[in-house]
């Protein structure tokens, strides 16, 4: 079976831009996560989605940052008003749930100009 | 808090060679624990898990023990190989039953040399 998913793979963008970021999850699985990725750093959670309804937002930065996932598979990443700081890799995870394992997908290089 | 803190790299080994990554966290509550393993040129898998004390998770050859007295959750290979060479990053749950998010450490690179 295919695993997780994230389309683009790369995005470049100027400031001040709107970037929507795609992520296909595992079928069946009823779990979805967001993280951001810096250079040389570790993966920092955004948000997580248990099927249609956001389980935890405490990790994104600002209301520049929202997510959707309207029919509990696919999700996407919003980001208003694009700025530098925002540039890294964008991951995204699914699992079953329940603590279960999550399993990642290749991730969208996002670079803001 | 629910931090982690892993020892930093690069870590820079020949093939054969004994392996520690040191990996500790904050004791706030009874997290669930990973490694996680990045290939060059591909997504975070997961190397292996642990999700209460004494717990011992492995795979492939690599192998960690979740230490509760010593917060502590160090990533092992005897003899490491060549196809080793990655970045291996330490992560845990914020609490045993909490919120599903995971912590991460900021990752220690391994080369390992023929």
């Known amino acids: 079976g295919a695993g997780v998913s994230q389309t683009p793979s790369n995005k470049v963008t100027e400031k001040g831009k709107y970037v929507e970021l795609r992520c296909d999850p595992i079928?069946?699985?009823?779990?979805l996560y967001w993280y951001r990725q810096s250079l040389g750093q570790g993966p920092e959670f955004l948000i997580y989605f248990q099927g249609t309804g956001a389980a935890d937002d405490s990790g994104l930065p600002n209301d520049r940052f929202f997510a959707v996932r309207p029919e509990g598979s696919v999700s996407t990443l919003k980001i208003q008003r694009t700025e530098r700081g925002d540039s890294a890799v964008y991951l995204c995870a699914s699992s079953s749930g329940g603590g279960e394992t999550q399993y990642f997908g290749p991730g969208t290089r996002l670079l803001v100009l | 808090g629910n931090s982690v803190t892993q020892m930093e790299g690069p870590v820079t080994l020949s093939e054969e060679a004994f392996l520690t990554i040191n990996c500790t966290y904050t004791?706030?509550?009874?997290?669930?624990l990973f490694w996680y393993v990045q290939y060059p040129g591909e997504g975070l898998q997961l190397l292996l898990k642990?999700?209460?004390?004494?717990d011992k998770g492995s795979n492939k050859g690599f192998e960690a023990t979740y230490r509760k007295e010593t917060t502590s959750f160090h990533l092992e290979k005897g003899s490491v190989q060549v196809s080793d060479s990655a970045v291996y990053f330490c992560?845990?749950?914020?609490?045993?039953?909490?919120?599903?998010?995971?912590?991460f450490g900021k990752g220690t690179k391994l080369t390992v040399n023929p």
């Open positions: 079928s069946g699985h009823t779990a």
């Open positions: 004791a706030t509550g009874y997290p669930s």
């Open positions: 642990a999700t209460k004390a004494d």
């Open positions: 992560a845990r749950t914020p609490t045993q039953g909490g919120s599903e998010k995971l912590v």
